[in-house]
């Protein structure tokens, strides 16, 4: 199976308040964006992967992965005004390659676990779609105008949905051309065509880096990836 992944990188992460988008901002000795792309490299089965950057960013797109040589990693694509237009350029890149799935992953989730991965791309033997989400545990309040609570909302059947999300090439390419661009993700865009999108278990540890607190998250996680990294050195 020809699998690609679609490294989405676009946003200017304005919640977070950074001069720096967050897919650039150092978390220890690598960015988010850098720590994204290499979690699917690791795959022996990987194809190609293409970072989808804001075109103002090509030059820190290039400082965060310096030195990274593999031939699967293909040159950054423009993204556009919405993330959906931004994924339609990046499947448009991949249309030479003739993928046969594609995974489309935020660069603000650099900790995603390979079993979660994993899990994406053989859900995708039996089904066009799947997302890697989490089931909702904690009681759901809908607020009122005055900001208090209202009523419960039931959680039962609810899901948060993470990245990867993966898809049969030619069936997502389909339906991003079809579709205005303006979807939360690509599981809409999925289900608005008629795919079946099965969902999987992701993890906790694949949050997305949106706001002050999750940066310090991550940085006290890149922390202890680097040190576990420097004592497996011989």
Known sequence: MN?????????RG??????????????????????????????????????????????????????LTDPRVLDPVAGAETRGLSVRRGLEALVPHAPDVVLIHDAARPFVPPDVIERVVAALTSSPGACAALRVVDALWMEDDD?????????????????????????????????????ADDVAVAREAGLAV?????????????????????????????????????
């Open 3 to 11: 699998l690609a992944v679609i490294i989405v990188a676009a946003g």
């Open 147 to 183: 900001g208090h609570a209202s009523h419960v909302v039931p959680r039962d059947g609810l899901w948060r949905a993470q990245t990867p999300q993966g898809f049969h090439f030619d069936a997502i390419m389909t339906a991003h051309h079809a579709h205005d661009g303006t979807a």
């Open 14 to 67: 304005q919640r977070m308040g950074s001069e720096i988008p967050k897919q650039y901002i150092p978390l220890g000795s690598k960015t988010a964006l850098r720590r994204s792309a290499e979690v699917f490299l690791s795959r022996d089965d990987l194809c190609q992967l293409v970072p989808v950057i804001h075109p103002s960013d090509a030059g820190l797109c290039a400082d965060a992965l310096s030195g």
């Open 198 to 234: 099965a969902l999987v278990e992701g993890s906790e540890r694949s949050y997305k880096i949106t706001t002050q607190p999750d940066l310090l998250r991550a940085l006290a996680d890149a922390k202890a990836l680097d040190e576990t990294a420097a004592d497996r050195l011989p």
